[in-house]
Structure formats: C-alpha cells, structure tokens
C-alpha cells in the first residue's frame, strides 16, 4: 500500500512517512539510506549538523529513482542565521547532497537568544523564490517563535518539525501550528528509545489487537493524529516494520488510550536551551 501524502500550504506534497537520519553515522549513511530507499522510504529527513548530506546524495544518486519520486529535506544551522551565512549554509548543503534543489529547507532551531531567525526566514524566503527549495518551514520553533514570524515576514512556513510522541504531545504549539496551515512534522516520533514508551499498557494491547509490533502501533497513532513522522532505525529489518503500517488502522479507542500518555515528557532538549 502506498504511502499517503499531506498537503502543504504552498500547494506541494509531502509523504506522510519517511526517513530520519539524525545520528546515522557519515560513514555508514549511504548504506542506511540505501536500504530505507530499497524498501520503499520515498522521504528523507536530514540537516547540516548531522553531518551526513553527502551519504545521503550518494544513496539518492544510486538508486537510479526519479527526482520528483524524492522528498529531501534539510536544515539549517543554528549560527548560520545572517542572511550571508544563511544563503552560503544552503549552497553548501545542496552541493553535499548533489541535488539541484531540495523539496523542504528548515531553520532547525529559532535560537532566540541569537535573536536572528526572522533574519535567517527572510533568507529562506528568497531561497524558496529561486526554485533551489520547493517549500520552507520550521523546527522547534514554540508559539512566541511562531507568533513573530508570522508579523514580521511575508511566507506562512509550510511545517513546524517539533519534538513529538505520545508522552509529550505539545498541545499548545500543534493547536497553533494547524490553525495557521502550518503542519505539524513529528521528531524523535518513538520517543528516541529514551523512555519504555513500547511497554505502556495501550500501545502493547492495541499492537496486541492488531498483530502489531509496538512501533508500529506509536506510528500508527502518529499518522492518523495527522503528524508527519520520519522515525529513524540503522537496522533494515526495523526499516521494514516501520514501513510496514498501512494494512491496518486503530480504533478511536485505541487512539484515544495511547493519546492518554501524555505527561510532559520530552527526551530531547526543550528549543530555549539551544542556541
Ligand atoms: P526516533 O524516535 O525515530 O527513535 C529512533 C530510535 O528508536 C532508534 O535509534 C531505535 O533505537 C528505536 N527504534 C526505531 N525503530 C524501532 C523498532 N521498529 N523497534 C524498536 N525500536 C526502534 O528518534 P529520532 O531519530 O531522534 O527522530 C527521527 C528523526 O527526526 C531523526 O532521525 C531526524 O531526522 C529528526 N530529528 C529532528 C530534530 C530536530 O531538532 N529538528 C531532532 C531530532 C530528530
């Protein structure tokens, strides 16, 4: 079955599932994304500071698919927000990638205390005029972030890529995100493995309903809370399960009870740290 699409506000698609590779090692990263691409993975979900665009070039320029086939998206970095660095950060990572042009650039973090972001946005502005990014966008950026943004520049940005899973859902900045358009792209959708997210009660009873892994249920969830989620896994077989989510749907119950696990709990680090 084939992977549904979510519709960005500046009219271009985006494959609900794909690919993350934050953590893939440079070297191993053609390898890893060439498996993700072999089994089926048509979005990839990378940024400077993983330092692995060239691996992911490599495996996009082997496969032998259509570019229009791909959905490439990267970021940029935190101390890249003047308007010079901004357009130098993002030649850079086309050449690393080998691409003409990405689908989604992101500023990867507001990095308010730098206080340059609605700078590095006018950048991406410009960018997106020039054809070299189909679409721009955001991450961790919170509803201050989100709110300056808007007043002050002239693109709605097309997603919000922000830390989220069942325990940490960020009800305030999704609420915010959708009423503007704005979608809302899930990272760290399993919870990183940092918490035993796979042994609460209703993840492992819906899995257990549906002949289901555990992982697969949480990205179940995701997809029909209508988040956009690239969970990440070096394993191919992982790839696979992953993947393998479309030929069953929860309950309204079952959507509800793993919604249930919402405590606040964020395992990476919360946007006003990082800077
Ligand atoms: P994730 O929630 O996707 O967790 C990945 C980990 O989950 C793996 O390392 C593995 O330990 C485990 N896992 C994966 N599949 C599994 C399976 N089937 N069964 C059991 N365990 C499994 O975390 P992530 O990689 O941090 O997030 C996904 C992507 O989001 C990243 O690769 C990256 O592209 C993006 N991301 C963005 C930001 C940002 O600041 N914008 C931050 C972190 C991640």
């Known amino acids: 079955m084939s992977v549904p699409t979510v519709t960005l506000n500046d009219g271009h698609t985006i494959p609900q599932l794909g690919f993350g590779v934050f953590k893939v090692d440079p070297a191993e990263t053609t390898r ?12 990839i ?4 500071i993983y330092g692995n665009e ?21 970021k940029l970095w935190n101390d890249k927000h003047s308007t010079a660095d901004a357009f130098d950060a993002f030649d850079e990572s086309l050449e690393k990638l080998g691409l003409d042009f990405v689908d ?33 966008g955001v991450s961790n950026f919170l509803v201050p972030h ?26 305030e900045t999704t609420a915010f995100a959708r009423e ?11 919870g990183q493995g940092k ?41 191919r077989t992982r790839m696979a399960e992953n993947f393998d989510v479309f030929d069953f749907a929860l309950t309204t119950e079952e959507v509800d009870a793993i919604s249930a696990l919402e405590r606040d709990g964020r395992v990476g680090t919360h946007p006003d740290e990082v800077n």
């Open 54 to 74: 060239e691996g992911v070039g490599r495996a996009i320029a082997s496969s032998g698919i259509g570019r229009d086939d791909l959905f490439v998206t990267t």
């Open 45 to 48: 979900d990378t940024a400077a």
């Open 195 to 235: 918490y035993p997210l796979f042994e609460e009660e209703a993840v492992t009873a819906a899995a257990q309903a549906h002949g289901k892994s555990p992982a697969q249920t949480v990205i179940r969830w995701h997809l029909q809370m209508g988040n956009i989620l690239f969970p990440k896994s070096n394993n």
């Open 146 to 171: 989100l709110t300056r943004l808007l007043a002050e520049t002239d693109i709605v940005p097309v997603v919000d890529q922000i830390e989220l899973h069942p325990a940490l859902q960020q009800p």
């Open 32 to 43: 890893i994304v060439t498996d993700a691409l072999e089994v089926g993975y048509r979005h």
């Open 104 to 136: 989604l650039y992101l500023i990867h973090w507001p990095s308010a205390a730098n206080d340059r972001y609605v700078e590095a946005w006018k950048a991406l502005e410009k960018i997106r005029e020039s054809g070299r990014a189909r679409s721009i």
């Open 180 to 190: 503007r358009g704005i979608q809302i792209e899930a990272w760290g959708p399993l």
